[in-house]
């Protein structure tokens, strides 16, 4: 079955501490996304990548950092240098010479204690 | 500056008839247009999209309207269902670009 997973669903941050959401993908995708969702507004751009080993920051990169050591992979680490990193985290992918549809995962919650 | 609006933050309608989602942009280099529908605490599910040499392009129920010289874009759902009911993203692309813009979202209730 090919899908986009992340985990956890949910996930929790204490203060000062680094955490990271996990986003695999099995549908051979060549390019993967972060995206955050807050209460009542659209899907932001965190970081892209296209290919392995590159990424490039989306417009709210600022205390958030990513590696792309593998297709299948981009994981996705909120730093204590995000002041307000309570949010919905989606991560899609795309097959950019099959057309420019994104696909997404089914999101992780991430809660400040 | 929102580059992608939808002006209607909800939309009732009964089963059966039309739901007519609206969306407007402002970044005349946007040219390929996505909606998405999403339930709350997942991810959004692509439903149709169009380029902007088109100006209609249909899949079932769902068809997408594009006027570029308005930059208005509409998500036509007929007849409408019970399980239609979810909140619904416009979201554009510009040439060469990998980055969605979107807008904030129409939640639809479709009421039986």
């Known amino acids: 079955d090919g899908g986009i997973t992340q985990s956890p669903k949910y996930l929790f941050r204490k203060e000062g501490q680094n955490v990271t959401l996990s986003c695999e993908q099995n549908l051979n995708h060549d390019a993967m996304y972060w995206y955050r969702q807050d209460p009542g507004q659209g899907l932001r751009l965190i970081y892209y990548?296209?290919?392995?080993?590159?990424?490039q920051k989306g417009d709210i990169a600022e205390g958030y950092s990513v590696s792309r050591e593998k297709k299948e992979s981009f994981p996705l680490t909120v730093t204590s240098a995000q002041k307000n990193p309570t949010a919905f985290y989606l991560c899609?992918?795309?097959?950019?010479?099959?057309?420019?549809?994104?696909?997404f995962g089914p999101g992780t919650r991430l809660l400040v204690l | 500056d929102q580059q992608v609006k939808q002006n209607s933050p909800s939309l009732s309608v009964q089963e059966g008839r039309i739901s007519i989602l609206n969306c407007d942009y402002t970044?005349?280099?946007?040219?390929?247009f996505l909606w998405y529908k999403k339930y709350p605490a997942e991810g959004p599910t692509f439903l149709i999209s169009?380029?902007?040499?088109?100006d209609k392009n249909e899949d079932g129920r769902f068809t997408v309207f594009l006027n570029k010289s308005a930059k208005h874009l509409s998500l036509h759902i007929v007849p409408s269902q019970p399980g239609d009911s979810a909140v619904y993203f416009c979201?554009?692309?510009?040439?060469?670009?990998?980055?969605?813009?979107f807008g904030k979202g129409t939640k639809l209730s479709v009421i039986p």
């Open positions: 970044n005349s280099m946007f040219d390929y």
């Open positions: 169009i380029s902007s040499i088109k």
């Open positions: 990548s296209q290919i392995v080993n590159d990424f």
């Open positions: 979201a554009a692309l510009g040439a060469g670009s990998y980055q969605l813009t």
């Open positions: 899609a992918s795309s097959m950019p010479d099959k057309g420019r549809a994104q696909y």
